[in-house]
């Protein structure tokens, strides 16, 4: 019999068991993927904010770069160690403080960039976002020293980082490693012998380095160029400051900021707006020949032009006929793609190129302009952080071991100069001669009479030939032509004025005078060929010492006279000159001969045709002259009459701002008169400089700043 169904529906089978099997096996698929979901997204946020933070130490990289110039800069100047307020932005710690606000390195989307997306009701969830109030816990100075850098003077860090510099200015090294120090006192000694060109006791300022490996072409990369180093290393790492939070680590990269101080050498430098090519007529270049690179501030290359290099700082313009480095380019030369084509079938560097090409590069030209040429337009400096101060380094008139002064004058409406100085080194200490044209300050004895000694003295004139005299109050016994050691006595000279202690006199060469050219134009001449024998009859330090002149007028109310003023640049026919003769043979200046002028200068003679014997260790091929610079607002040719041609080689520059709307010419020449030379009558062979015993005692200086990392593996640490 069977028993009755109870329950309605269909009759079926129910396992309690395997629904909860499925059920576990179900969740656990189900946790499985939301962790792996989940470890996804923190693997992915992990990768992003890794690569957040390598944006952000990118931005900040750049910033320093951007920031460090000008705080050494400021180091130099006047007063930057009055006080912690003037100090403390100068710092190492402030500048790499700022450049995490400069990058905007606290925020991953700038604040500016979410009111441009006009994003309401937005959210940020990037946890590496942060004020970053600690930057001690991001940058680090090496090898566990405390502070923000380690500086490259006294010690070597070790293998793959840059010869360091020495120093024995006890405030150089105190606060190198605190503030970014640019100072004549750091030079390079024996610790950097292995990684410079050159004997570091012949060239302990400037040496040969290694151009370093950047796309802007100041120099070929890896090729040698003439520079000093100034480095700093510290270690960097974002991530470090908040990984309490984050929980994402990054290794600590170290890096190098450098600056390069290069000395201007290549053949034409400009931080202006330059055009090449043509003449200011219109004429296209004729007989030029350029080796080695331009620097232009802003280029315009015009015509059918060949130039082995071209780098700027702000752009250039090149006509579709003009070639660089044997190439022409249709397109512009910065278009993607152009350089690594050039690089792959040449072979070669590639010659054009800007400053803002590398991103952790920055060219900064050391140019005062017209302040250049003027030493009296500025007041004395002191209690500067840097020894070496910003005028002293960067004004050309400023570093002049010699100066000539036009003190007075006849009076306002006569310019006829009648009193000039002359300054001088002797023994290293700076000496003043000043120099009355209409008589000599001594009773009786014409113009240009100096005091020697007195009676039964005697004064060594060396090889100079000089005219002396021996007496007192306008009763003198005279020789002329004499030179040695001379006895003011009256075994020599016999007694001119009997019973009264006399004195002795002489008059030498003078190496300049008061000249006029025919136009009627008052000018100054220089006879750079005289001062040797002129210095040795002042008992004065050598040419290798007094090796460079300043020439100025003195408008100052406190050294100079009310009648005269300022001389204004451009140049103009009210203003006096400066007329250069006597300047073929320019070999007893053994370390060189630079002239600075704010007036226009007129070269009369052939300037440094004469050879000499190159130093010992010079390896350049060529005919060798003793280095050579001429600063002037305006060069002009001829003296008595224009020349028919001339023919200039070494190297051209510019003080031109580079604020100039219209292009500096550099090739173009004016005659005496003020007639521009006819390009085929100019005739042009410049060349950089190769060796730092090309320098002139006067030059143009630049920064380069690099900043650079030092992988582990070549650093070897």
């Known amino acids: 019999m069977n028993a009755k169904r109870t329950r309605p529906g269909k009759p079926g089978y129910i396992s309690y068991f395997m629904v909860l099997s499925t059920g576990i096996i179900l969740t656990l698929l189900m946790v499985h993927t939301y962790r792996r979901a989940m470890n996804t997204h923190a693997v992915q946020s992990s990768v992003q904010m890794r ?70 009701n937005h959210r940020i969830s990037n946890s590496g976002d942060s004020s970053l109030t600690s930057p001690n816990l991001i940058f680090k100075a090496l090898n566990g020293e405390s502070g923000y850098a380690s500086a490259g003077i006294n010690r070597s860090l070790g293998a793959g980082f840059p010869p360091p510099l020495s120093s024995s200015d006890t405030n150089i090294n105190a606060r190198d490693a605190i503030y970014p120090i640019i100072a004549d006192g750091k030079t390079y000694g024996t610790l950097a012998q292995s990684g410079v060109g050159l004997p570091v006791g012949t060239y302990p300022k400037f040496n040969l380095l290694t151009y370093p490996e950047i796309n802007f072409g100041y120099a070929r990369p890896g090729e040698p160029f003439v520079a000093k180093r100034n480095w700093w290393a510290f270690s960097m790492d974002m991530a470090s400051h908040d990984i309490v939070r984050t929980f994402v680590s990054r290794p600590r990269r170290n890096y190098v900021l450098s600056i390069y101080e290069i000395p201007s050498q290549l053949a034409i430098s400009a931080d202006s707006f330059m055009s090449l090519g043509r003449l200011e007529s219109g004429e296209t270049w004729q007989n030029v020949n350029i080796s080695g690179g331009v620097f232009a501030g802003k280029a315009v290359v015009e015509g059918d032009t060949r130039l082995p290099a071209l780098a700027s700082r702000r752009g250039m313009t090149l006509s579709e006929d003009a070639a660089i480095g044997g190439e022409r380019f249709a397109n512009n030369p910065f278009t993607p793609g152009v350089r690594e084509a050039y690089q792959i079938t040449r072979g070669e560097f590639f010659p054009v190129s800007l400053a803002s090409e590398s991103g952790r590069v920055a060219f900064v030209p050391i140019n005062r302009g017209p302040d250049f040429f003027d030493r009296l337009a500025h007041s004395a400096e002191s209690n500067s952080l840097s020894p070496t101060t910003w005028n002293n380094y960067s004004i050309g008139a400023l570093q002049c071991a010699m100066r000539l002064d036009i003190t007075q004058c006849v009076s306002s409406v006569n310019p006829t100069p009648t009193r000039l100085r002359f300054s001088y080194l002797r023994g290293g200490a700076r000496q003043n001669l000043d120099i009355d044209l209409t008589s000599s300050g001594y009773t009786g004895l014409p113009p240009g009479y100096l005091y020697a000694c007195n009676e039964n003295q005697s004064y060594n004139f060396g090889t100079a030939v000089v005219d002396v005299a021996y007496g007192l109050n306008g009763t003198y016994a005279y020789q002329t032509g004499v030179t040695g050691l001379v006895t003011f006595n009256n075994a020599r000279f016999g007694d001119p004025l009997y019973g009264v202690f006399k004195a002795g006199y002489y008059r030498p060469s003078y190496p300049f005078e008061v000249r006029n050219l025919a136009s009627g134009k008052i000018c100054l001449a220089v006879y750079p060929q005289r001062f040797r024998a002129f210095l040795a009859a002042l008992n004065a330090d050598s040419t ?17 006279s009310v009648n005269l003023r300022k001389p204004s640049i451009p140049c103009t026919d009210l203003d006096y000159g400066v007329i250069l003769q006597e300047c073929a043979d320019l070999t007893a200046f053994t370390s060189g001969f630079s002239l600075v002028t704010n007036l226009r200068t007129y070269i009369g003679d052939d300037f440094n045709v004469v050879a000499a014997t190159p130093p010992a260790g010079y390896t350049p091929t060529g005919t060798y002259y003793p280095p050579v610079s001429l600063f002037s607002p305006e060069k002009r040719y001829g003296v008595e009459v224009d ?33 521009a030379l006819a390009a085929n009558r100019i005739t042009v062979n410049l060349r950089p400089i190769r060796h730092p015993a090309e320098l002139p005692p006067i030059t143009m200086m630049n920064w380069l700043l690099v900043l650079e990392e030092m992988r582990q593996e070549f650093v070897g640490y």
């Open 51 to 120: 690569t957040d933070y390598s944006e952000k130490e990118e931005a900040v990289l750049r910033s320093i770069v951007a920031i460090t110039p000008n705080r050494a800069i400021r180091a130099m100047q006047h007063n930057s160690n009055s006080s912690s307020s003037v100090r403390n932005p100068l710092r190492w710690q402030n500048i790499l403080t700022e450049s995490l606000t400069m990058a905007n390195a606290s925020t991953s989307i700038p604040s500016s960039l979410i009111s441009t997306l006009n994003l309401s």
């Open 643 to 675: 020349p028919f041609a001339i023919r200039l080689d070494g190297q051209i520059g510019s003080l031109a701002s580079d604020t100039t709307a219209n292009p500096i010419r550099p090739i173009d020449s004016k005659t005496v008169s003020g007639s």
């Open 544 to 560: 290798a010492v007094n090796n460079s002149l300043a020439v100025n007028v003195d408008y100052t109310t406190a050294t100079g």
